[in-house]
């Protein structure tokens, strides 16, 4: 099997569990890494056995096969740039890219370059998701009519919230940009690419740094679907849900525990009379043990969502086999962000 070498770029929190997915994917290895704290990048080296610190892109990309990006989005446009100028393969944490102008001019030179662009939608690999993904391919719930997707946090639960100077502060909509590219790929990948319909943000007098806008509706429509985002900066519960309704029924999927639950009953008296909640909670219930043994079993093994995807991408360009995140989906989610971020920041005059 041939070998291809990778760069990291950026060796800050997520960089860890890139080195972790790459040193078990099959064809790869870990080249070099690369960041502007030296001492930082060093240790990530060595913590990760990678045999080489660089100290310029130039040189990490005249080495490397593949430049994997973990740098925050603000510095993502140019290194894609430079990597393809170079001929090589790009992994990009999401958010791409924070202006919408610098990705219609990384798409032509990629196309050109015959660059690779893999982004980091690892929600999508959640068993969780997939087996959600599974049961409305089977038609299991009908069609789907209805998506709902909650990201209701706090300072307590989101470090992105604490303080006032993380990189997601000045990102169009704030803290929230960060995260809907989740919101957006999953609904396009459930739904396909739904037309935005509305947003609706909030300022309250206690809206923290990260999160001016610290309520916020989103709503996309288009055929006979309708979706929606909540975000709050305010929600010690702490939610993080995906509810997808069909026409004959409906599934939860709960993230922060990866579960994912199906109702598809039909109404009666007798389910009426004995409480639906009660018959569907005994389903879950028989579902729970052995899928939680199944949870366990992958923590043991850190076999996380960054890491399928990563080695997804792997068996792409060495088996050419399906494309973890093909490019219409990522110029849906980035042009969708690029609107919701700013129509945010105009609501609050930010």
């Known amino acids: 099997m041939s070998q291809y070498s990778v760069g990291i770029v950026g060796c800050g929190l997520i960089s860890e569990a890139h080195l972790r997915a790459w040193a078990k994917t099959p064809g790869f290895h870990v080249g070099g890494v690369l960041d502007t704290n030296r001492e930082q990048a060093a240790k990530r080296a060595q913590q990760f056995a990678v045999p080489r610190v660089f100290d310029n892109l130039a040189d990490l990309i005249k080495e490397c096969d593949i430049v994997d990006v973990c740098t925050p989005p ?6 894609a740039e430079q990597a393809i100028e170079g001929g090589r393969h790009l992994v990009m944490e999401k958010p791409v890219v924070t202006k919408l102008a610098d ?9 050109a370059a015959n660059t690779k662009i893999a982004v980091i939608h690892n929600v999508k690999y959640l068993p969780s998701v997939r087996l959600a993904k599974q049961w409305v391919t089977e038609g299991r719930i009908g069609d789907v009519i209805r998506i709902q997707r909650e990201f209701l946090t706090s ?6 919230l604490v303080g006032n100077d993380h990189w997601s502060h000045s990102l169009p909509g704030g803290r929230w940009f960060e995260t809907l590219p989740h919101e957006l790929y999953l609904t396009h990948w459930f739904a396909g690419p739904l037309e935005l319909s509305n947003v609706t943000a909030l300022s309250t007098p206690t809206a923290p740094a990260g999160a001016p806008a610290d309520e916020v509706i989103v709503t996309l429509a288009g055929g006979r679907t309708i979706a929606s985002f909540h975000f709050s900066a305010h929600c010690l519960e702490n939610r993080r849900t995906l509810t997808v309704q069909g026409t004959k029924g409906r599934i939860f999927v709960d993230l922060l525990s ?5 109702s598809t009953r039909e109404d009666s008296k007798i389910r009426r009379a004995v409480g639906r909640t009660i018959v569907e909670a005994g389903a879950t219930i028989a579902r729970a043990a052995p899928d939680r043994a199944r949870y366990g079993l992958r923590k043991l093994r850190k076999d996380s969502p960054h890491l399928r995807i990563i080695q997804a991408l792997g068996r792409h360009l060495i088996d050419n086999a399906e494309e973890p995140t093909p490019l219409d989906e990522v110029d849906y989610v980035i042009r969708n962000c690029d609107r919701i971020g700013r129509e945010i920041d105009r609501q609050i005059k930010r």
Not at 103 to 111: D, M, N, S
Not at 258 to 262: G, K, R, S
């Open 258 to 262: 990866d579960f994912a639950t199906i």
């Open 103 to 111: 990705w219609e001019r990384i798409v032509p030179q990629a196309r």
């Open 74 to 79: 603000g510095s993502h446009a140019a290194i």
């Open 155 to 160: 300072a307590e639960h989101d470090r992105m």
